[in-house]
């Protein structure tokens, strides 16, 4: 079983960054793939990116080019770096982590879930 607590959410300005981190318990960490998702209000929960237990990391297309997910398995820790945000990216964004050897993009595929942080981008 693992533990997430996100923290670095906020409030930018368009075009500004933030790095969100996620902290997670559980000594088989580097077992997990691990995934960022985001909620609007009125709108399900979408996939943002996602890091397979081997490290290999993809990101959606409408963050691509903008945003970095990353995992470090010795500090049990990932991360959602976020540059040139947009009012659009406005979300709560969640960690999760799925214990499948290849979760898809659905949000069932994820086993244990953080609390979120507030990301909220104005114009």
């Known amino acids: 079983q693992v533990q997430l607590v996100e923290s670095g959410g906020g409030s930018v300005q368009a075009g500004g960054s933030l790095r969100l981190s996620c902290a997670a318990s559980g000594h088989t960490f580097s077992r997990y793939a691990m995934a960022w998702f985001r909620q609007s209000p009125g709108k399900e929960r979408e996939l943002v990116a996602w890091i397979t237990w081997l490290g290999t990391t993809s990101h959606v297309d409408s963050v691509k080019g903008r945003f970095t997910a990353s995992k470090d398995n010795a500090k049990n820790m990932v991360y959602l770096q976020m540059n040139s945000l947009k009012p659009e990216d406005t979300a709560v964004y969640y960690c999760?982590?799925?214990?499948?050897?290849?979760?898809?993009?659905?949000?069932?595929?994820?086993?244990?879930w953080g609390q979120g942080t507030q990301v909220t981008v104005s114009s």
């Open positions: 999760a982590a799925s214990l499948r050897t290849r979760p898809g993009t659905s949000s069932y595929d994820y086993d244990y």
